[in-house]
């Protein structure tokens, strides 16, 4: 039976992640987090989802469904989260500009897809980074990868724009980058006040980008 604290606690639980609080721009990790290799993380996530699927009322003895456990846990700990584990992270090599290219840069669509920290579901969206060289350059395919790492993880918004952003320009040695982040959030949309239309948009951006004429000319170009 639950008591007068629980149920407080569980209407907090509602307003938090319906309002999407974000507790700290670093995601939230014990610092036992990778003591398990990824097999043992599967083998254990098969069990409790298991369990899940059974308290749901599903039959696993189905041919369609007895997979179901294992395929989920795969996917959380190879795929869609796999974002969490550091020895993930992109290699960022940079380069001299020896071309001296001193105008913007933009890398516009970049496809992501991620999960909402507070209820588990999808994050579809876009990003969208700009920056302007300080004598060095990346791969342009590193500027997707960067995108992808952080959103194969569980997320809110605007903690992926930050870590993109802090991410590029430690990379890049130049406070001169702008990053923005357009994307439907499935917990807005299929569930709660079940908007089937709003986007949300996040940024952030320094240096040069701190000028007006410098963001326009940015967001003329996305």
Do not use: W
Request: a negative charge; charged letters at 30%; proline letters at 3%.
């Amino acid at each position: 039976m639950k008591t007068d604290n629980d149920l407080l606690k569980r209407k907090q639980y509602d307003i938090n992640g319906d309002n999407h609080v974000m507790s700290s721009v670093e995601t939230p990790l014990r610092k036992d987090a990778f003591a398990k290799s990824d097999e043992e993380k599967v083998t254990n996530i098969e069990k409790l989802f298991a369990g899940i699927m059974e308290e749901l009322g599903l039959d696993l003895t189905d041919d369609s469904l007895k997979g179901t456990p294992y395929r989920v846990a795969k996917m959380y700990v190879k795929e869609l989260f796999n974002g969490l584990n550091p020895e993930n992270k992109p290699s960022l090599s940079v380069f001299d500009n020896k071309y001296q290219y001193n105008k913007m840069l933009i890398e516009k669509d970049i496809s992501f897809s991620s999960a909402c920290e507070h209820h588990f579901l999808p994050i579809i969206g876009k990003a969208h980074v700009g920056y302007i060289s300080s004598g060095k350059v990346i791969g342009l395919s590193k500027i997707n990868r960067v995108v992808e790492y952080y959103g194969r993880r569980p997320q809110v918004q605007e903690r992926m724009t930050l870590q993109i952003f802090e991410e590029l320009k430690n990379a890049l040695q130049t406070d001169d980058v702008i990053v923005v982040v357009e994307a439907e959030h499935l917990c807005v949309s299929t569930r709660g006040v079940k908007d089937k239309t709003s986007k949300t948009t996040t940024l952030e951006y320094g240096g040069k980008f701190n000028d007006i004429d410098f963001r326009n000319e940015f967001y003329q170009h996305i």
